[in-house]
């Protein structure tokens, strides 16, 4: 079955850090790519998506890039914040009717 | 105003009990879903539902049943509760998937301990 892999599980940065969070995927065709955010006590909520080759998506100074060559999706910010930490999720659109979701990376920013 | 509601926030429940978990969405979505997040398995996908219909299922146990009473309703029932069940439960929705690339909204989630 289709597949997220993320490798990093936790990722701990000062301020103003350069952010990468790996992300690769195993699916067929072109599926739909998206990283969420997920605050502590909350659902995770959409950062943003990517449906074509070359695509990049990005808000609040986070962006990937869908790259179907190396079947990946990292997601990357030049200059971390504090309030930046959270879990990241990488997840793909498998099939009509569900999503798969990496296992999740920690991200830990310190002042 | 919160769009999509989980009853309750948090639920303690003995072994071998049964539970309903309540979830409404008031974003006029026609697809619904279940994950559930442990420390075992961070985001698992349960069920996914589109116009009050079972798309799919990837939950193993019969143990997990959803009642769509409404077609913003999606709650979870859960029998013979055991202690391998506690997580976090959360409800999503999106506009129906046989048409673009729909966000998923998620819940606030019920965190479910099972003694």
């Known amino acids: 079955g289709d597949s997220v892999t993320q490798t990093e599980g936790q990722v701990a940065l000062s301020e103003e850090d350069f952010l990468t969070i790996h992300c690769n995927y195993s699916?067929?065709?072109?599926?739909?790519l998206f990283w969420y955010v997920q605050y502590p006590g909350e659902g995770p909520q959409l950062l943003f998506r990517?449906?074509?080759?070359?695509e990049k998506g990005s808000s609040r100074g986070f962006e990937a890039t869908y790259d179907k060559g190396t079947t990946s999706f990292h997601l990357r910010k030049a200059s971390v914040q504090e309030s930046d930490s959270a879990v990241y999720y990488c997840?793909?659109?498998?099939?009509?009717?569900?999503?798969?979701f990496g296992a999740g990376t920690r991200l830990k920013v310190i002042a | 105003d919160p769009k999509i509601i989980q009853k309750p926030k948090y639920l303690v429940a003995v072994t071998g009990s049964e539970k309903i978990l309540i979830c409404e969405q008031y974003?006029?979505?026609?697809?619904m879903y279940w994950y559930r997040q442990s420390a075992k398995k961070p985001l698992e996908f349960m069920f996914s539902?589109?116009?009050?219909?079972?798309?799919d299922n990837q939950t193993a146990s019969s143990r997990f049943q959803p009642q769509s009473s409404k077609k913003n309703h999606l709650d979870l029932q859960i029998t013979a509760l055991k202690p391998d069940d506690s997580a976090t439960y959360f409800c999503?929705?999106?506009?129906?998937?046989?048409?673009?690339?729909?966000?998923?909204?998620f819940g606030p989630g019920t965190r479910l301990t099972v003694l």
């Open positions: 699916a067929s065709g072109y599926p739909t």
């Open positions: 999503a929705s999106s506009q129906d998937q046989d048409w673009g690339d729909a966000e998923q909204f």
């Open positions: 974003l006029g979505h026609n697809a």
């Open positions: 539902y589109s116009y009050q219909k079972l798309m």
């Open positions: 997840a793909l659109k498998s099939g009509n009717y569900k999503y798969v």
């Open positions: 990517a449906s074509r080759d070359k």
